[in-house]
Structures are given as C-alpha cells and as structure tokens.
C-alpha cells in the first residue's frame, strides 16, 4: 500500500471531483425545475449533461488544487538498521528501519501511478546487509530511479545510492566514505584491575575472536580482518558495477569522504542541485510534469516528533555498528 501522504492525495482527489459533480448535479435540478412545461425526460437529460460537465471540471480544479502523483519519494535518514534502532552509540538516533524502507519502495513498484523513484538520503551508514537490501529494492524499481544527498550520503547511504540510475548532491553535501570498519574494545587491562580473568569454553577455535576480555592472537586477528576486506570487497564491486566506474579509482579514495563539489569531480556524484532541480530532471526524463508523493510507513504522532527531535539533535558520523553472530565485543561499520 502506499504511504499515507499518497492515499491523502488520492483521496483529496477525489473528494474535489465528486464535489464537482455534485455542484453540476444541483445546477442541473434547479434548471430542471425552471424548465417551462413537463418534459421530465428532457430535463433529466440536462441534468444528467450539467452533471457530467460538473465532473470534468471538478477533475480539471483538481488536478490543479489536488494533482495525482506519478513520482514516489522514499526517505532513507538516519542510520541504517534492520529495526531502524540507534546501534550501538549512546543516546544514538533513531532511523527508519530497512525492512519499512524496503516495503515502500516495493509499494511504489507496485503502484501504477508512479513513474519514477526518488531516494532521499541523509544517513552516515549502517548496517551491511540492510543497506543491501534497501539498494537492491531501488534495483528492482522498474523506471527511472534518482538518488539526492541533502546533508551526508555517506558509507551505507553511498552503497544505497551506487544501486540508483543517478546520484545527485547539494555542492556542500558529504558524499562518499566508501569502506568498512571493524572494531572491538580491549578490556584486559580493566579485567587485570578487577581481578576478573577469562575462562573459555567454546567449540570451533575462531568462536570467540575478538572477545574483549583477552588479548587477540595473530591467527585471530588475521581471519578478523579478512572479514572487514571482504565486505570492503563487495562494496568497491557493488559501487563499481553501479557507477560505471573502475574499481582502482573507489579504492583510492581510501574511504574519505568529500563535499558535493569534490564528489562530482571524481565521479561519485552526476550532477549538483537542489531537490527542485532534481525534480526539474525527472520531469526531463519523464516527458511531463511531476507531481512527487511521499511514501513512508504509517506513524503515530508521538513517534514523529521523537522522530523529528532526533534530527535535529543528529550530528554527523562515520556509520554505527551491526554485530557478527554470537561475537558480541565484536563489531563492524559501514
């Protein structure tokens, strides 16, 4: 189903339409009524024209107050979760979860009244196999599909946007951090103040690597970080197969990230604006003019304003953390 925003217009629509026919259906009565005579086929027939020509332009008016939409709009803001939760970081924001994502862009697959995609993004990264899922919906979006940074498209938004026909950026967007982070606390010292000591029990000799308790052994370390290569891997693949671009140039960016006007000189970004002009270049691409409806999961009010008070507190990042199975000191960052 389409997300609220998109029923509120259909909806809208509509009642302009009936509206009209009802008004025409009206004059229609009293002009019968005034009829000379009692030549009640006529005059129904009259009423029955005036009432047709009230629904058509009850449909022009609204076109103009209340157009149809034929371009979907998902958001994807925050960071990038399978439960739309903050990860690991204290007091971290909320985003919206991958799996709403994905329903929506899939609802606007399903929907005839669209002809593009739009992807709104504004995250720092997330999680990789969420990030996936979402980018290989916009993949399946059959039509058009156009990505726009506003503040940070950066790591798991970029791996999003690589799955896009195009990415566009505000000149002072962040744009990139193609690369994978892994990370684990080192508590040894701590457990040595404390007089805690680890004791392992446990089946399979890389079960428990990375634990925070003892110290890493070079084997360890080494299948540790062949985990971070591979899935950096995947992501300079998955960018090169979607930018056009050759696999060297993504790794030397050595996964910094640059604003809006560096971006597009390397390649990264296809063209700077404005959601406006975005929208100007979808109309290009569509042959006619857009009318842009949000599709978004259905949310209580309380949740929005959480929502809307966690953004405005949002401050820039690198990405959050998704977790390895069953190794809980142990995490990795998009």
Not at 26 to 49: C, E, Q, R, Y
Not at 83 to 104: E, L, N, Y
Not at 180 to 199: F, K, M, P
Request: glycine share 12%; net charge negative; charged share 25%.
């Amino acid at each position: 189903m389409p997300g609220v925003n998109s029923r509120e217009r259909t909806l809208g629509h509509l009642a302009v339409v009936i509206l009209g026919g009802a008004f025409g259906l009206a004059v229609g009565w009293v002009l019968f009524l005034w009829l000379p005579g009692d030549n009640t086929v006529l005059g129904v027939l009259f009423m029955l024209v005036v009432g047709f020509f009230g629904l058509r332009i009850g449909g022009n008016v609204a076109s103009r107050v209340q157009p149809r939409y034929n371009v979907a709009e998902v958001a994807v803001e925050g960071p990038i979760t399978r439960d739309g939760g903050g990860g690991p970081v204290p007091g971290g924001v909320r985003g919206t979860p991958a799996d709403d994502i994905v329903d929506q862009m899939e609802a606007a697959n399903d929907d005839d009244n669209v002809d593009a995609l739009l992807v709104k993004l504004n995250t720092p990264g997330g999680e990789v196999v969420p990030s996936d899922d979402i980018r290989n919906a916009a993949m399946a979006f059959e039509g058009p599909t156009v990505a726009y940074a506003t503040d940070t498209c950066a790591s798991g938004g970029y791996w999003i946007a690589s799955g896009c026909d195009e990415l566009w950026a505000r000149d002072t967007s962040i744009v990139g951090s193609i690369g994978v982070v892994g990370s684990r606390v080192n508590a040894t010292d701590l457990a040595d103040q404390l007089g805690l000591s680890y004791e392992r029990f446990a089946a399979g000799k890389y079960k428990d690597a990375g634990t925070a308790l003892r110290e890493l052994e070079p084997e360890e370390r080494e299948y540790l970080q062949g985990i971070v290569d591979d899935y950096y891997q995947h992501f300079v693949e998955r960018v090169a197969q979607g930018r056009d671009m050759p696999p060297g140039d993504i790794r030397e960016t050595e996964a910094r990230v640059f604003i809006g006007e560096r971006a597009y000189d390397l390649g990264l970004v296809d063209s700077l604006g404005t959601r406006d002009d975005v929208l100007d270049h979808v109309e290009d691409l569509l042959g006619e003019s857009v009318s842009p409806a949000t599709f978004e999961p259905s949310r209580s009010p309380v949740q929005r304003l959480s929502s809307g008070a966690s953004r405005t507190a949002y401050a820039f990042g690198a990405g959050v953390a998704s977790r390895f199975d069953g190794d809980d000191d142990l995490t990795i960052r998009l």
